[in-house]
């Protein structure tokens, strides 16, 4: 059984103690409360070698023991709230409070140390709320970047976790919206940070996230919208029955989710087109897939996210894949060749801008010409890889060979208007040079 420190002041400690009480993790807790900060590392000896994971109630003791304790022998997390908890906590603050702007707000339980929980993924830079982003964190360091941030006329209130503080803020006469983990929020916390224990002592797992969207048309009412959810989810019980498939299916709103696990890099690119194309070939009605594929559950969920919103960038009944440390983009998933491209590519990001062509249908370029360097390109070729027209395809085309990217190879057949097709190659040096 799996031996759980929780370490927490007295306070923080009570709401812990309710949902261990009414939930069994299937773990056996020992409880720690500090007074000081400093106490941490007198518990630290005490349960480094009866415990598999330090659970902290918040930031304050887990920064403690990173800056204080070198070579940490067993892993530490919080048990307070996960990337969607903060997520909601500042969507409830817009809702409740729409008066104040996101960006005039200081949340300063959010810290480089627990990566500012990801948000920065999900918030556009604009309306991106203050953090605390100094490496050490304690009362008297919170207290004073608050202070600078109000002095400075930078914020209009701070979000706060840290309970011990809230006197210096009445002091200081700063208005706060002090927010506090629900039950929800922390049996949530300790059952992923428990998994994630289980999965870390087992085989490493890749976990794949695939999540399916129904693009309903004005005009389709609730018959019909019922009617093709209901299509979709037999339809994907069959899939995973006939090819002994084991997944998950969750349903929603117009949307599917399916999750899996296994070994690291035991799934493959296949597996998720055979998917797509079973779609395409049963399905009468518009789908669209994004995939993600990482160790992380977290990470992968958010992989299908950016990637389904790539299938919806695209426009057909098709599918993308995010996968690996770079994030990087495959797709459209039918494609009997399916191109790999990444955003992270700053080179033909920035030529796409000068030059006008489409970043994202010039990164799919580079991909094939990653995939193949001596692909043949023709507008029926290059329509089909970016779902654009011919017409669309051929200016694309024509802005690569004015841009010496490409040559002309030669003028085959006519094509179903008459005209003669013309084909194109990769100028491999060049395009190497400039866009890789």
């Not at 709320?129 to 490496?135: G, H, L, N, S, V």
């Not at 959810?229 to 995973?240: G, I, N, Q």
């Not at 084991?246 to 087109?273: K, M, N, Y």
């Not at 027209?389 to 002309?408: F, M, P």
Request: overall charge negative; hydrophobic content about 40%.
């Amino acid at each position: 059984m799996i031996s759980v420190a929780i370490v927490s002041p007295k306070r923080s400690l009570e709401p812990i103690n309710k949902v261990i009480e009414s939930y069994d993790f299937g773990c056996e807790f020992h409880k720690y409360i500090y007074n000081e900060l400093s106490d941490i590392d007198w518990i630290y000896e005490d349960c480094k070698n009866r415990c598999d994971v330090i659970f902290f109630s918040g930031e304050l003791g887990y920064h403690y023991i990173h800056n204080h304790i070198p070579n940490i022998a067993i892993p530490c997390a919080f048990t307070a709230y996960g990337t969607k908890d903060i997520l909601g906590i500042l969507l409830n603050f817009c809702i409740e409070h729409p008066e104040i702007p996101l960006n005039r707000v200081f949340v300063d339980f959010l810290t480089p140390l627990n990566h500012f929980m990801d948000v920065q993924r999900y918030i556009d830079p604009k309306n991106m709320p203050y953090f605390y982003e100094d490496k050490i964190y304690d009362y008297k360091r919170i207290t004073a970047r608050t202070q600078e941030l109000w002095d400075a006329g930078k914020i209009d209130l701070v979000i706060s976790r840290s309970i011990n503080n809230l006197k210096a803020l009445d002091e200081l006469k700063i208005p706060y919206l002090a927010v506090f983990p629900s039950a929800i929020m922390i049996r949530e916390s300790i059952e992923a940070a428990v998994k994630e224990l289980r999965l870390s002592q087992a085989e490493e797992m890749d976990h794949l996230v695939v999540i399916l969207r129904l693009p309903m048309e004005r005009s389709c009412n609730g018959e019909e919208r019922e009617y093709r959810e209901a299509t979709l989810h037999k339809l994907l019980v069959d899939f995973r029955r006939d090819n002994n498939m084991d997944f998950l299916i969750a349903a929603g709103f117009g949307r599917f989710e399916l999750q899996t696990q296994a070994p690291i890099q035991t799934i493959s690119v296949e597996r998720i087109q055979r998917l797509v194309r079973y779609l395409q070939e049963h399905l009468n009605f518009p789908f669209r897939i994004g995939a993600g594929l990482n160790p992380s559950g977290d990470r992968s969920h958010y992989y299908a996210e950016v990637a389904l919103l790539e299938a919806l960038k695209y426009g057909g009944n098709d599918g993308f894949l995010v996968s690996g440390d770079n994030a990087e983009m495959t797709g459209p998933l039918s494609a009997t060749h399916a191109v790999t491209y990444s955003y992270g590519n700053q080179n033909a990001v920035s030529f796409a801008k000068t030059c006008g062509i489409n970043q994202t249908n010039l990164l799919k370029l580079v991909g094939l010409f990653q995939l193949n360097e001596s692909a043949h390109l023709t507008a029926a070729s290059v329509g089909k890889l970016l779902n654009v027209t011919s017409r669309s395809a051929n200016r694309i085309l024509q802005q690569l060979l004015e841009a010496q990217l490409i040559h002309e190879i030669s003028i085959s057949g006519p094509n179903k208007k008459g005209r003669p097709t013309r084909t194109y190659g990769f100028s491999a040096e060049s395009f190497r040079k400039r866009l890789l």
